[in-house]
């Protein structure tokens, strides 16, 4: 089993900044693909980023694209997601999660292990 626990989230203004951490836990992640998914009320879960453990390779959603920078720290064993240029649209619970690397990056169902989850709230 991989334990998940997302910390980071809060209330910050439009144009603004946060870094979400997921520290991971009860696997070895050489052979993971973690990722960043995000859950607006009353919408589907939408991928925001991935990223293969060992080799670095990243994948980014549309959300994402030029705003938000997912990265790693293996001596941490924990996942990053930088956010920038935050808008009231990125207001969601955001969710760490981890899957084998072959998995498709963006396929939720793909990932197997899932954190419970932080709030990010933007406002206008």
């Known amino acids: 089993q991989v334990q998940l626990v997302e910390s980071g989230g809060g209330l910050v203004q439009a144009g603004g900044s946060l870094r979400l951490s997921c520290a991971a836990s009860g696997r070895a992640f050489s052979g993971y693909r973690m990722g960043w998914f995000r859950r607006a009320p009353g919408k589907e879960r939408e991928f925001v980023a991935a990223?293969?453990?060992?080799?670095?390779?990243?994948y980014s959603g549309e959300c994402a694209k030029g705003r938000f920078t997912i990265f790693r720290d293996n001596a941490r064993n924990t996942l990053y997601l930088q956010m920038n240029s935050l808008k009231p649209e990125d207001t969601a619970i955001y969710y760490c999660a981890a899957g084998g690397v072959f998995s498709r990056p963006a396929a939720d169902v793909e990932y197997d292990y899932w954190g419970q989850g932080t709030q990010v709230t933007v406002s206008s």
């Open positions: 990223i293969n453990w060992s080799e670095g390779r990243t």
